[in-house]
Structures are given as C-alpha cells and as structure tokens.
C-alpha cells in the first residue's frame, strides 16, 4: 500500500511527459540489452571453443591429465567406456563438443615425452575419478575395423593385450566368436560386445578360429570390404603341440600327441584331419581368404618373433594398421620366472603385468621323430605359404637347430 501511495504522489508531481520518456528511454535500454545478450549467446560455441583451448594452455593439469589419459600405457581408455554408467557432471556434459575437439586436438600436437612419463605418476587419485566422470559418456560403439583372425595358439592375446597399450585402439577383451559361432545373432548383437570408440580410435577384436572357418572369410568381407586382418602364425609344429597341451590340460585322459598325429605310424601316414594338424596347413586357410581380400589388408606376425622381439612386430603392426609408433620396446620387460615378454604398463592396470597360465605352458615331451615327420609334413605348404605372402618365417631353421640338439 505504501508503495502504491509514493506512486500516486510521485506521478501527480512529474509532468506525464517526463515520464513517459523515461519509461520509453528504459524500454530501449532494455530492448538493446536484450538484443546485445541474444547476439552473445548465437556466437558462445565459438567463444567456447577458443576459451577453452585457451585452459589448455593455463590449466596444466586438466590437460596434463587428459594428455595422460590419452597416451597413458595403462589406463587411459579403460576409463572411457569401463565408467559407462557412472553420473557424469553435468557442466562437463555441456562441453562435450569442445572437449571432444579438445582431445582430437591434443592427439595431434601430444607426443609421449618423458616429462609426461613424471606426470603420469604425479597424478593423484582425485584427479583419476575426475577423468572418470568426465569421460564417461563419449564416444560411440562401432564395429570393428580390424581383426586378429589367428591363428590359434599363435600367439594372438599377446598381440592383442600389447595392442590394447595403444591410445588409439580399443578392442574386447574377450573373444567374441562372431562369425563362427554367433553369426545369427546379427551385427547389431556383434557391435553392442564392442568398447566404444573416439574418433580416430580402432575397434578391434581376436577369435583365432575365424582363420580356418570357412565362412569366416565372405561373412567378415560383407561387412567391410575394406577391413584389415592380423594373422599371427607360429610354426605349424610347435602351435600343434601348444593346441595339444591345452586340450591335455583339459581333458588328461586323452591318447598320446604321437598317437593322435598318426592316421597309420607304421606307415607315416599324417592325420591331417585332426585340427591340432590340420590349423597349421597355413597356406590352405589362406587360400580362402585371398579369395575376399587383398594381401594388402593382411598382416602376417611372426609369433616367434613375437616372443624374441616383442616391439619390433608391434613396430609392424602399428604401421599396418596406421597407427602412430607408441608401443615400443620401453612397454615391454623379460620376467625371467615366465620365460616370456611381459607388458610393463597393460591397458587396465598401472604394474607389470604377464599373460596367464595358460599362455607360455610347457609342453609334454614328444618323440623327435614325430616331430621330424611333421616338419617334413609341413615343408611344402610352409614353402607355399612363404610364396603367397612373400615373407620367409624361417621354420625350417628351427627344424635344423632342433634335429642338432636331438643328435646332440
Ligand atoms: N608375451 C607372451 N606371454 C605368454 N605367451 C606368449 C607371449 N607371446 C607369445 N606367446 C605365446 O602365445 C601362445 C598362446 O597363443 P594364443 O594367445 O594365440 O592362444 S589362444 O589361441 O588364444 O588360446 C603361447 O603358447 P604356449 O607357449 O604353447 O602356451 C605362447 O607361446
């Protein structure tokens, strides 16, 4: 009431002109304010864009931190799709288009350097949760654009977890069996199992049996003509011996490998339907899939040398896939105990880590002349194999060195 009555007293004292200019001179204050505001608001993504490059280069440790996660050995892209499901903050989601140029941006101008390796351990926890809140809802599953099709016992999962170590490539963890065993399930099934990706980032995946599935190679060729395919081989008589010992350790009450080998001993005959022999008959698989693909979308790894020189096929493999060189020899150490290459920083964990049991087994004595045999047996279809994908893997070395040591 008393404001209506100071109203009253004030109008009847100020000319009605007077205030009617007043009260348009405010309208168009407030008119141009409005405008001005609407302006701002029409040009904020790109001011947004450029304000936050600009913490790029102020806030060291936001970035640092994405920086790590990017390059980061160990866990970076784990936390990108493992924090699926996690509340995101809501004033990061709103910047989800510039970090996300963010990221790319740092992906190109970023390179692992030392002074990251000190960042990477100075990171505390809090600054951990943060990156797992803040990344929790980017990027988007696809399917993938290369595959470990083999070879079993090959030496495909130390390929796959040394892989893995690189910031730009995200594969499943388990085997997804697609195209052998699950091919009815559909591709939406397939690309639902897979992480997902940023942009620039390689879905990957390995099932080893995909190499010797004779629909394997026009089912994946449906799906992307273009894919690129890893092919890990080991020499036919050590990968049928490492197949046996995992069935063996399985199934103890199986025939002996030397009896299984043979249709007839007596006669030398090879049984070469038994799959531990048959998977070996490298050139055989391959044929199929030079029938849908170019040897130029297939890589061939030495799973020897896979063993021997663990960074320099990873070198290879990253070339052929178009990957910059991350993961190097400074990733990988001898644990003496294993006998094995170990990954000194995996994707999920920050310590050393090996492969399983499973992997790097001993194997059961075999009779030297069954291996002699097999290696005969093998000889002609390693050399058409050497042939077809113009790499010599040097098998029949290894033969030589063993029959030395058997003599010896
Ligand atoms: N770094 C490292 N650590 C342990 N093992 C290694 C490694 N690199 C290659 N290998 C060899 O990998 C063989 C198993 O091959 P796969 O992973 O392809 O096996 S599987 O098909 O997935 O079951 C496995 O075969 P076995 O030695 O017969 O167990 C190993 O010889």
Redesign the pocket.
């Known amino acids: 009431m008393a404001s209506w009555s100071s109203t009253s007293v004030f109008t009847s004292k100020v000319p009605r002109k007077i205030l009617f200019m007043f009260t348009l001179s405010l309208s168009v204050t407030y008119l141009f304010y409005s405008l001005m505001s609407c302006y701002n608001s029409l040009q904020f993504p790109l001011q947004e864009n450029y304000v936050y490059q600009g913490r790029l280069v102020t806030e060291d440790t936001t970035f640092v931190t994405l920086r790590e996660k990017l390059y980061s050995a160990s866990q970076g892209f784990v936390e990108f799709t493992e924090a699926e499901g996690t509340t995101s903050s809501p004033t990061v989601k709103g910047h989800a288009g510039a970090e996300q140029r963010t990221v790319e941006w740092i992906r190109t101008q970023a390179s692992p350097t030392p002074a990251l390796e000190r960042d990477r351990q100075e990171i505390s926890t809090t600054d951990s949760e943060l990156r797992v809140n803040c990344t929790s809802d980017y990027g988007e599953k696809k399917l993938p654009q290369a595959i470990i099709i083999g070879?079993?016992?090959?030496?495909?999962?130390?390929?796959l977890e040394a892989l893995r170590v690189h910031p730009d490539v995200r594969a499943v963890g388990n085997?997804p069996h697609f195209f052998d065993r699950n091919y009815e399930r559909g591709l939406d099934w397939y690309k639902d199992l897979m992480p997902s990706t940023l942009e620039g980032q390689i879905t990957m995946e390995?099932t080893?049996s995909y190499f010797v599935t004779n629909h394997a190679p026009k089912r994946i060729h449906s799906m992307a003509k273009d894919i690129k395919l890893i092919i890990?081989v080991?020499n036919p008589v050590?990968r049928a011996?490492?197949d046996y010992?995992?069935t063996l350790s399985k199934k103890p009450e199986i025939p002996t490998f030397e009896v299984l080998a043979f249709k007839n001993r007596t006669l030398g005959l090879i049984d070469a339907s038994w799959s531990a022999l048959r998977i070996g008959i490298y050139a055989l698989h391959l044929e199929s899939w030079m029938q849908y693909f170019p040897l130029s979308q297939m890589h061939f790894v030495s799973?020897e040398r896979?063993?021997v020189d663990?960074a320099g096929e990873m070198a290879k493999v990253q070339d052929f896939l178009g990957l910059k060189r991350i993961v190097t020899d400074k990733h990988f150490y001898f644990n003496k105990t294993?006998g094995?290459?170990?990954l000194k920083k995996p994707e999920d964990s920050s310590t050393p880590r090996?492969?399983g049991k499973?992997?790097?087994?001993t194997?059961p004595k075999i009779d030297p002349d069954v291996i002699r045999r097999l290696h005969k047996f093998y000889k002609p279809f390693n050399m058409m194999f050497y042939q077809m994908t113009g790499q010599n893997f040097e098998w029949e070395l290894e033969e030589d060195s063993e029959s030395r040591s058997s003599q010896d």
């Open positions: 070879v079993k016992k090959g030496g495909t999962r130390a390929l085997e390995k080893p890990v080991r050590t011996i490492s010992t995992q799973g896979l063993i663990p294993k094995f290459p170990c090996c492969l499973s992997k790097g087994r194997h």
